[in-house]
């Protein structure tokens, strides 16, 4: 077995990878919020519909997409290897326990609030990003080239109440997961400073306010404004 297969198989390895798919998914929703910012833009959907077509064409970003999809499957699957050795490692839980003082809720319930959220993924993909790429989608056409019409599928599957609020509430599972593991991962990749720390604490947690809020907003504002 070489060095980096023991490493990869380590618990510290397992971590290592944990982090590092945590924060390129975190740089992959700063990127898919921006992009999706252009639902707002009140033009009839124009801009978001160009906006689709680049995303599912252009070489450069399938290769991110790819990389996306390699992540959240990492991800996932290091989480649960993780949670079953920690549960294997402490069968018996303490006597006393002390966790709510010692920890935040978020970081107790990562496993829980990871797998509402890959629910959430699934459907979600299933709903917009299989429909984009393989869906019967409408046409449109500006200045002469054709496109896919996903916002008016992104518009109709938010005229659904059950769609807003399931898209809602699951953001603020996605607050809480955020707001333990963006910091964690700088921790975990020893980006530890008593500078620092506090500074990379502060942005984490308006990360993991800011961005939900965002996505929570869009099927919102298309909910009552279409």
Known sequence: MSWVTKTLSSTLGRKLIMALTGLFLILFLTG???GNLLLFKGD?????NIYAKFMTTNPAVKILSYLTYISVIGHVIYAIILGRKNKAARPIGYEESKSSTNSTTASRNM??????ILIFLVVHMQSFWYQMHWG?????????ETYKDLFSIVTFAFQNELMVAGYVIAMGFLAFHLSHGFASAF????LNHKKYTPAIQAVGKFYAVIVPILFALMPLYIYFTS
């Open 32 to 34: 898919h919020v921006s």
């Open 44 to 48: 009839g959907g124009e801009a978001f």
């Open 111 to 116: 496993g829980v609030l990871g797998t509402i």
């Open 136 to 144: 019967d989608l409408p046409l449109v056409e500006y200045d002469g």
């Open 187 to 190: 921790q975990t990749l020893g």
